[in-house]
């Protein structure tokens, strides 16, 4: 699979039955070439207009399941989130 078939795909919290969005990144482990997470934008500021100021982590061992248009994961939302 190819970055932009997962980029394709919505991410969707098992734990929340919430969708998190689609996958904008990845990061991996470039001494093993490894993914270790993928990166997804966090929720938008005051009504889209002013971007977003945060993005979730999602560790690679929190995802269940890839299927043809979703990827499961089973995380704690709070855990992830990341400030930029």
Not at 28 to 56: M, N, Q, W
Not at 75 to 82: D, L, V
């Amino acid at each position: 699979m190819r970055m932009c078939d997962l980029k394709q795909k919505e991410i969707i919290n098992t734990c929340t039955c919430r969708s998190l969005g689609c996958p904008i990144d990845i990061e991996f482990d470039p001494c093993t070439g490894k993914i270790c997470a993928l990166v997804v934008p966090g929720p938008a500021k005051a009504f889209c207009f002013f971007g977003r100021d945060s993005e979730f982590v999602i560790p690679w061992q929190c995802i269940c399941q890839i299927g043809d248009d979703i990827i499961l994961v089973e995380i704690k939302e709070e855990k992830c989130f990341h400030k930029d």
